[in-house]
């Protein structure tokens, strides 16, 4: 999730060393713990790193400091958290920089008295730092349908994040911006294509926490729409695994509470979610075992999504090991 503006950040921020602005070194120090593995034995995330830098962002929190240094340095530790299953940490933190957000006046209504951006750049760039709290919003949420959001449903209108090669040379073109209105296209940057995904997965936690959870109608729109987004995120020159993923885990979530449901009214709804999953798994294996897309990948390097991904597959396929319904490709996927 490419929300720091790198050019930005050497240029006005890094132009001294050491830095002497307190932000500055709380996203230095933020920077490196998401870096940062925790220690093998024992396996504890919450290690001296985390604490001093929670702690530094709890302390700067609590002054009168705002500034969207703070805030990038809260995702990341929303991030980290959310990596490491720190919770209810990371729900509150996600949630906390939500808030931040609107104090900034980022992504607020018009009549709101905010400060005056004054480049393209820092307008791309707190375009992006609230899309980055939108999809770790919509993430941390995944498994509990039904709790309410910290940020609100993205707008058919709202501006989607520009081209990030363009981005990381501190470029941005404002006639080449999209929207949400407009269609899931192969060109679009990987990050603009994440947002799309995480706008769905609202969607897709909206429709199971509601009264029209059993509308397969709404099931089947959203199940086409992540599937296009599939082949948008497929059809590119070097594919973004993680991104894929993230679209994967989507599906899982759209089906996941058919797949072991005990309602025989919804019998036929659960038949149609085991075939999604295998459908799913197919795929899987053709990438994996066939094609080679994740051998040789380092699991410390894929995103929460991937892991969460694996982790849903895994669990599905120990469930039909179990009662004796599993399938050799799924069989092998997991293993």
């Not at 809260?74 to 490491?84: F, K, S, T």
């Not at 008295?113 to 307008?123: G, Q």
């Not at 363009?166 to 999209?178: A, K, R």
């Not at 995480?198 to 992540?226: F, K, N």
Request: hydrophobic residues 40%; negative net charge.
């Amino acid at each position: 999730m490419p929300f720091i503006s790198k050019k930005r950040f050497y240029d006005v921020h890094v132009r001294t060393l050491p830095p002497s602005q307190p932000d500055v070194i709380l996203l230095l120090l933020c920077l490196k713990l998401i870096t940062s593995l925790p220690p093998a034995r024992p396996r504890d995330a919450r290690t001296p790193l985390y604490y001093a830098a929670k702690h530094f962002y709890l302390d700067l929190e609590g002054e009168d400091f705002f500034s969207i240094l703070n805030l990038q340095a809260g995702i990341l530790l929303g991030l980290y958290e959310i990596g490491h299953g720190i919770y209810p940490a990371a729900f509150l933190t996600i949630g906390a920089c939500a808030r931040y957000a609107h104090a900034l006046g980022i992504h607020v209504s018009k009549t709101v008295k905010s400060r005056k951006v004054l480049t393209l750049v820092e307008a791309e760039e707190r375009r992006r730092v609230w899309w980055a709290i939108v999809i770790l919003d919509r993430f941390v949420n995944i498994g509990c349908p039904g709790r309410p959001l910290a940020t609100a449903e993205p707008e058919i209108n709202d501006l989607l994040p520009a081209d990030d090669a363009e981005w990381d040379q501190g470029i941005v073109n404002p006639d080449n911006l999209c929207t949400l209105l407009g269609p899931l296209t192969s060109h679009m940057s990987r990050f603009a294509l994440l947002c799309q995904a995480a706008r769905l997965l609202g969607q897709i936690l909206q429709h199971l926490s509601s009264d029209t959870a059993e509308d397969d109608y709404v099931s089947i729109q959203l199940d086409r729409t992540l599937q296009s987004m599939l082949t948008a995120s497929s059809n590119v020159e070097v594919p973004d695994d993680d991104q894929i993923a993230f679209v994967y885990s989507c599906l899982v979530a759209l089906q996941n509470p058919w797949l072991s449901s005990p309602n025989a009214v919804s019998v036929e709804r659960s038949q149609r979610a085991q075939e999604v999953i295998q459908q799913i798994i197919a795929t899987v294996k053709l990438n994996m075992t066939d094609k080679h897309c994740y051998v040789g990948r380092n699991p410390d390097d894929m995103s929460p999504w991937g892991l969460f991904f694996a982790y849903r597959i895994c669990a599905y396929q120990i469930a039909n090991n179990s009662q004796g319904t599993c399938s050799p490709d799924s069989d092998k996927v997991a293993k």
